[in-house]
């Protein structure tokens, strides 16, 4: 399986500055710089792979600054997650509830749409760093220790998917849901992170980078799947 491609920032050309950062270089673009820098590393070579000297080579400032804005490479890791996290679960509420105050009756189809639409919508309309970030969040999501950050940031969009879908099927088993929701949660990260497995399997009929094509048709499995597995409960009379 080929790996995604993530472009890894290049030097600047600039010699780092040593020493406490002047105060205009103390701000939002310097912090910035770094968390761009961080975001594009570590999502093609993972925490591990990448040192905080890396980072400050690639963003073309002395290794100390790092330092000043975080306390270690975990608290810069933290910073680059949390950047988008937080406009990423803003989006995400505003369009479920857009969608609730929108509709007569909700359904499992239009639910699920809106969950998913705006993470798509970033990857293609937002700026390039959003494409290193959910393939970074779909390398976390892999790790025995991304789940608490996982559920850090976003449980609270996942549980007003939940209620959303209670009323799209009404009677429908906690336990289903949230099972469905895993399914979800994981094709979902992995048409997101771009991967081109299934270029290869398909022999270019498909194209992991079309996020356009992969679109409707992840929206059409995610959603087969949560009325698939609700009704094969009801069927076998466990709910």
Known sequence: MSKPEHKVPTKTGKKPRRGRPRHSDDGVKARGRLLDAAESLFAARGFYGVTTRQVADAAGVDVALIYYHFKNKSSLFDGVLERRA?????????????????????????????FINPMIDLSLHGDAGWKSYFGLVAQIDNTPWGGEIIHRYFDDNVHELIDILQRALPGSPMKELYWAYNFLAGSMMLALSGTERVDRLSEGLCRAKDLESARLRLLNYCTGGFIAMITAERLSGRA
Do not use: I
């Not at 369009?95 to 809106?114: I, Q």
């Open 86 to 114: 937080r406009p990423l679960v803003s989006a995400r509420r505003d369009s479920l509830r857009a969608y609730v105050a929108a509709s007569r009756a909700v359904t499992v189809e239009g639910a699920v749409a809106a």
